[in-house]
C-alpha cells in the first residue's frame, strides 16, 4: 500500500539553527500539507501546496517558514531559525481527493 | 471563534457497544469538508471518513459513520461495536475553500473490555 514517508524520524537542533524537514508524498497525489501538533495539543495547520506553489497558508507559517517540491518527488519543509517553541511533532500529507494520507511525522526538538 | 469545537475531552465505551463523539464547526463557507482522524499512541494520523457539505447522504466507511446536521453545524462520529483497538484519541477537522484546515482539541476514547 502507497504510504507518505517522512525523514528524519526524530531531529534535535539549537536554537537559531536551519533544519529542513523532508517528506516524499504517494506519487500520484497532487496536495501536499505540512502540519504540526505540539506535544498533547491538537493538529494545527501549517500550509497547503498544488501545482508547485503554496495554495494556503496559517498564521503560524510566517517568514521562518518555506516549502520547496525541489524535484518530482520531495516534498520540504524549512524552518530557517528555530526557536524554542518550534518544537513539535511535524507532519507531512498528501491527498488525491478528500482525507489525506499522514506520515509518521518528524518529532522535532530545539534546545 | 472556535472553527471546530470537541467538547469531549475523554470518553469512555464497553467493548461491542456504540459510542458517539462530538463535533461541532463554524464556517461562513458554503462549500466545506469535515473529516475525522484517529491518533493512537503511537502518534500517526489516520484518516476515517469524509463529509463534504453538499453530500445529502451521511458518510459510512465501515464501523464508521458521520451524523451530519448541516443547520446545527455538526459532525458527529458514530463508532459501531468499538473494539479494543479503537481507544486513541479522534479528532474531528474541516477544510474551507482554499484548503486551509482546522483542527479540534480532539477526544480520548477509551474501550473497556
Known amino acids: 500500500e502507497p504510504e507518505v514517508t517522512q525523514t528524519p524520524s526524530h531531529q534535535v537542533t539549537q536554537m537559531g539553527q536551519e533544519v529542513i524537514l523532508r517528506c516524499v508524498p504517494i506519487?500520484?497525489?497532487?496536495?501536499f500539507y505540512w502540519y504540526r501538533q505540539i506535544l498533547g495539543q491538537k493538529v494545527e495547520f501549517l500550509v497547503s501546496?498544488?501545482?508547485?506553489?503554496?495554495?494556503?497558508k496559517s498564521e503560524i507559517f510566517d517568514d521562518q517558514f518555506s516549502v520547496e517540491r525541489p524535484d518530482g518527488s520531495n516534498f520540504t519543509l524549512k524552518i530557517r531559525s528555530t526557536k524554542l517553541e518550534d518544537s513539535a511533532m511535524y507532519f507531512c500529507?498528501?491527498?488525491?481527493?478528500?482525507?489525506?494520507?499522514f506520515g509518521p511525522g518528524t518529532r522535532l526538538l530545539v534546545l | 471563534a472556535q472553527k471546530i469545537t470537541q467538547t469531549q475531552p475523554g470518553m469512555f465505551v464497553q467493548e461491542k457497544e456504540a459510542v458517539t463523539l462530538d463535533c461541532t464547526y463554524d464556517?461562513?463557507?458554503?462549500?466545506?469538508?469535515l473529516f475525522w482522524y484517529k491518533q493512537p499512541s503511537s502518534g500517526e494520523m489516520i484518516f476515517l471518513i469524509y463529509?463534504?457539505?453538499?453530500?445529502?447522504q451521511n458518510a459510512t466507511e465501515g464501523r464508521y459513520s458521520l451524523n451530519f446536521q448541516k443547520a446545527r453545524k455538526s459532525a458527529n462520529l458514530v463508532i459501531s461495536a468499538s473494539q479494543l483497538g479503537d481507544s486513541a484519541m479522534y479528532f474531528c477537522?474541516?477544510?474551507?475553500?482554499?484548503?486551509?484546515?482546522?483542527f479540534g482539541t480532539g477526544t480520548s476514547l477509551t474501550v473497556i473490555p
Open positions: 500529507a498528501s491527498s488525491s481527493a478528500p482525507g489525506g494520507y
Open positions: 506519487s500520484n497525489h497532487l496536495y
Open positions: 501546496f498544488y501545482n508547485n506553489e503554496i495554495s494556503e
Open positions: 464556517t461562513s463557507d458554503p462549500s466545506y469538508g
Open positions: 463529509q463534504g457539505s453538499y453530500d445529502q
Open positions: 477537522a474541516m477544510r474551507e475553500t482554499g484548503n486551509q484546515f482546522y
